[in-house]
Antibody, heavy 120, light 110 residues
């Protein structure tokens, strides 16, 4: 059974970097049939796709246009993790952040979510 | 404002059927057969209910079905049960290798 375990701080100061990690169990970050995504959800903006990382003989990334200049999603192959780094955050980045597995162009496994508040 | 348009709320009595629509454009719903639907109960993560427009993951009851016509996808829930009371979100693969979501529909089982 595939599970995703999220970790990271729940409070980040404006202008700093939001960093979250997602630990994969029951699958591998090297899977050639999966991609590893980050999604966020807020009352004002609903569900938003942030981006993905995936391995197809080499590593690839896709990012949402609206965060492309300040986001990195990368794998940690030694720990079977993948991480989200979103820099220059503002209160508008306050949301519940989810890591998810993508297979067959759908998000079939979700982490429990991490509430991240951007505030000084 | 979400990229895909869903009704804010729908309701139905136990045993009835309801349909939730999801309208996009040629750049998302109309351009790809990769529409998925998610159910979310309060305080929980979304759960995949339909993928590839019409397919159900293992374990999802066959009361849930999906369809698409042009730029509009639909989720139909037949034989409503109390546990179906939840928020439902559509999602479509879109240009630029991205995903877009609908704003969500609150289903109330009366």
């Amino acid at each position: 059974q595939v599970q995703l375990q999220q970790s990271g701080p729940g409070l980040v100061k404006p202008s700093q970097t939001l960093s979250l990690t997602c630990a994969i169990s029951g699958d591998t970050v090297f899977s050639i049939s999966a991609a590893w995504n980050w999604i966020r959800q807020s009352p004002s903006r609903g569900l938003e796709w942030l981006g993905r990382t995936y391995y197809r003989a080499k590593w690839y990334n896709d990012y949402a246009v609206y965060v492309k200049s300040r986001i990195i999603i990368n794998p940690d192959t030694s720990k079977n993790h993948f991480s989200l780094h979103l820099n220059s955050v503002t209160p508008d980045d306050t949301a519940v952040y989810y890591c998810t597995r993508e297979t067959d162009v759908a998000l079939d496994i979700w982490g429990l979510g991490t509430m991240v508040t951007v505030s000084s | 404002q979400s990229a895909l348009t869903q009704p804010r709320s729908v309701s139905g009595s136990p045993g009835q059927s309801v349909t939730i629509s999801c309208t996009g454009t040629n750049s998302d719903v109309g351009g790809y057969n990769y529409v998925s639907w998610y159910q979310q109960h309060p305080g929980k993560a979304p759960k995949l209910m339909i993928y590839d427009v019409t397919k159900r993951p293992s374990g999802v009851p066959d009361r849930f079905s999906g369809s698409k016509s042009g730029n509009t996808a639909s989720l139909t829930i037949s034989g409503l049960q109390s546990e179906d009371d939840a928020d439902y979100y559509c999602c479509s693969y879109a240009d630029n290798y991205s995903f877009e979501f609908g704003g969500g529909t609150k289903l109330t089982v009366l």
